[in-house]
């Protein structure tokens, strides 16, 4: 029988560990993270899901929300995965939740969600209640319906304008629940106590009319004033539309509702993005995202569209240190030159993570799109060490439209982003794709 020998057992044992070197050293920060789903990539496989919110409990684990059929019915969706990207089983039917409001109103979907410090989601929901309205549901951590919520883990509705473009929920520190929605007037927002009751301390009966319309998403800062980024071209929801570069505002409000005048002009600041997603920064200083022009072609050729950033001071100026003059600017070239940024992140280091939609447009309308990214510094300017010179591009799904709704930071720096992919009016699919941060 032939033997190994010492000297070939020690020579294998040292090509095992070049192999592993060598396959680390090869993964770099903006790849897909081989250990999460498949290849990087959880996805559906209903044919009617999609994913507008993510976040991350303290356990790692995932929480998606948007929208799904049901029984041949629209509901509000949740899912939870674990941290390998697999159906947690222990939440909801097999780790995926479908919920309708009580009385079976009808429901539009969640556009957004945060989770509570006692580990309870908090989602905003569109609902067919009372036409366009908005409402919020609170959901225990094994995935049910929390009852002491509202009317049974739901909250009264609240008219609105068209919210299929969704819109933002934020929680305050004291158990308060803001959330605001509307495409166009009314736009509104709203705040519930920590039972789901209108809080009658905030607006007029618990409800603001907002300066701006199209609200994308919103951000309390620790003296409790309220910052809401609006922007007509809003976050893709429900349907996809091509990006569009027209500017947003975003508006201050104090903690009882009324405009913070000593904000901006009035309360409102311009973005010349169209700003589709908003975060506050540790230091307060504020950061919008979303599309704008990213390149001048020639006349009779359509300009390039591409991901923008726009960082403000905390009254509201623009802070000239950040990118040019306030502002960074991506084009993700002449093969995706109708893109979009909807969601934005800051790592622990500072830097920011933009998502959206890398696209194509023919005549009008997108022919196809992927997943999007890209990646800054502190100071704005791109970071040429992650993905493909500070950009990545996703194909979830070949041929379809598909863009990132949201993203999330994990603890350990991996990137979480979720969104949707539509290859017809009626059929879409949930994903959600992680990758390296380094």
Same mark, same amino acid.
């Given at each position: ?81 674990? $941290? =390998?990207?697999? @159906? %947690? +089983? &222990? !939440? /909801?039917? *097999?780790?995926?939740?479908?919920? #309708? ?39 225990? $951590? =094994?995935?049910? @319906? %929390? +009852? &002491? !919520? /509202?009317? *049974?883990?739901?909250?009264?509705? #609240? ?280």
């Amino acid at each position: 029988m032939h033997r190994i020998t010492i000297s070939q057992r020690v020579s294998l044992f040292v090509l095992a560990i070049l192999l592993c070197v060598s396959t680390q050293a090869a993964a770099k920060a903006g790849d897909l993270d081989p250990k999460f789903g498949t290849k990087g990539i959880f996805s559906t496989t209903t044919d009617r899901a999609t994913a507008n919110g993510v976040a991350i409990q303290s356990d790692g684990k995932i929480v998606v929300a948007g929208i799904n059929v049901a029984n041949s019915n629209f509901a509000d969706l949740l899912i939870r995965l674990n $941290t =390998d990207g697999t @159906l %947690d +089983t &222990s !939440f /909801g039917s *097999g780790g995926i939740d479908n919920l #309708v409001p009580p009385g079976n109103q009808g429901a539009e979907g969640f556009f957004a969600l945060a989770i509570q410090s006692d580990g309870k989601i908090v989602a905003g929901a569109a609902t067919e209640e009372q036409g366009n309205s908005v409402a919020v549901a609170r959901v225990n $951590t =094994d995935g049910s @319906l %929390d +009852t &002491s !919520f /509202g009317n *049974g883990g739901f909250t009264t509705a #609240v008219s609105a304008g068209s919210i299929f473009f969704g819109g933002g929920l934020a929680l305050q520190t004291d158990g308060k629940i803001l959330v605001a929605a509307g495409f166009g007037n009314p736009s509104i927002m709203a705040r519930f106590t920590s039972d789901g009751q209108l809080d009658t301390y905030f607006g007029t009966g618990g409800v603001v009319n907002l300066q701006n319309p199209g609200p994308t998403q919103m951000a309390v800062q620790s003296d409790g004033k309220i910052l809401v980024a609006s922007g007509a071209a809003g976050r893709l929801v429900l349907a996809p539309q091509p990006p569009a570069d027209q500017a947003g505002t975003i508006a201050r409000y104090n903690s009882n509702g009324t405009p913070d005048k000593t904000f901006g002009a009035s309360g409102v600041a311009a973005s010349v993005a169209s700003a589709s997603a908003l975060l506050l920064q540790s230091d307060g200083k504020i950061v919008v995202a979303g599309a704008i022009t990213s390149k001048l072609n020639a006349p009779q050729t359509a300009s390039d569209i591409g991901f923008g950033l726009v960082r403000y001071n905390s009254d509201g100026s623009i802070d000239t240190k950040f990118g040019t003059g306030g502002v960074a600017i991506t084009d993700f070239g002449s093969n995706a030159p109708d893109s979009g940024d909807f969601a934005v992140a800051i790592q622990s280091n500072g830097d920011i993570v933009a998502a959206g939609a890398a696209a194509v447009e023919k005549s009008g309308s997108l022919s196809s799109s992927s997943f999007g990214l890209s990646r800054y510094t502190s100071a704005g300017k791109l970071d040429t060490t992650f993905g493909s010179h500070g950009r990545v591009i996703t194909t979830v799904a070949s041929g379809q439209v598909s863009w990132v709704s949201a993203l999330a930071i994990q603890s350990d720096g991996k990137i979480v982003a979720a969104g949707t992919s539509q290859f017809d009016v009626e059929f879409t699919n949930a994903y959600v794709a992680r990758y390296l941060a380094q």
